[in-house]
């Protein structure tokens, strides 16, 4: 039987280059062996990613506790059909985005408080729990430009979180620091205003002992 795989998230406000670093991480791990899986939230799966569609959407008015409860709901169909069936097979996830999302985004940003968040997503996720969270830490209005170049250049309109006020995101790097303190192990904070190699070496650094 094999050995379970390692779950990997990787955390950060939109604009930190949380995709780019994923894609670089997993064709790096590939040469040392390692069967990677890209996966994101929410989606990954069918009906996470019709939520996905849904949570976004600008044109749509979502209170800060259901959009808690539907991003909840897409990451608890995320890990009973892909992530624990594939943590099983022995492969790795490279994950964009998970619970730190959430406490950070819903429990900071939104005010539903970190705590609260924590308990809903203990039972969405049945207790699964990174072994090792990557934080993209960048400005949030160097983040936020990014994002906004993004669009431009992809013609892709920002979404409905996207479109925040700069406390919102403030309220939410604060967060997301604060986590990273609390959990020092699980926890490693990248600086994201280097270039991509430079941060896709800081990932590997933080990811050494596991390989």
């Known amino acids: 039987m094999s050995a379970r795989g390692r779950l990997i998230t990787i955390e950060g406000v939109d604009g930190t280059g949380k995709t780019t670093l994923a894609t670089a991480l997993r064709e790096r791990l590939s040469a040392h062996g390692v069967d990677a899986r890209l996966m994101r939230e929410p989606g990954g799966v069918e009906a996470s990613e019709r939520i996905r ?21 897409a990451r608890a169909q995320l890990v009973e059909q892909a992530l624990v069936p ?61 994002a906004s170049d993004r669009s431009e250049a992809t013609g ?29 192990e699980r926890v490693r904070v990248l600086d994201a205003s280097a270039a991509p190699e430079a941060v896709l070496d800081q990932a590997l650094a933080a990811l050494a002992d596991l390989l």
């Open 53 to 73: 569609e849904l949570v976004k959407d600008p044109a749509l008015t979502v209170g800060a506790r259901s959009e808690a409860l539907l991003y909840a709901a």
């Open 86 to 146: 594939v943590l099983k097979s022995g492969a790795w996830v490279l994950l964009d985005r998970f619970v730190d999302s959430s406490l950070a985004y819903q429990g900071a940003g939104r005010g539903l408080g970190v705590e609260a968040v924590r308990e809903l997503n203990l039972f969405a996720t049945g207790g699964l729990t990174p072994d090792r969270t990557l934080l993209l830490s960048l400005d949030p209005d160097v983040a936020r430009a990014r």
């Open 156 to 184: 892709e309109a920002l979404d409905r979180l996207e479109l925040e006020g700069q406390e919102f995101f403030t309220r939410i790097r604060a967060a997301y620091l604060a986590l990273a303190a609390a959990e020092p």
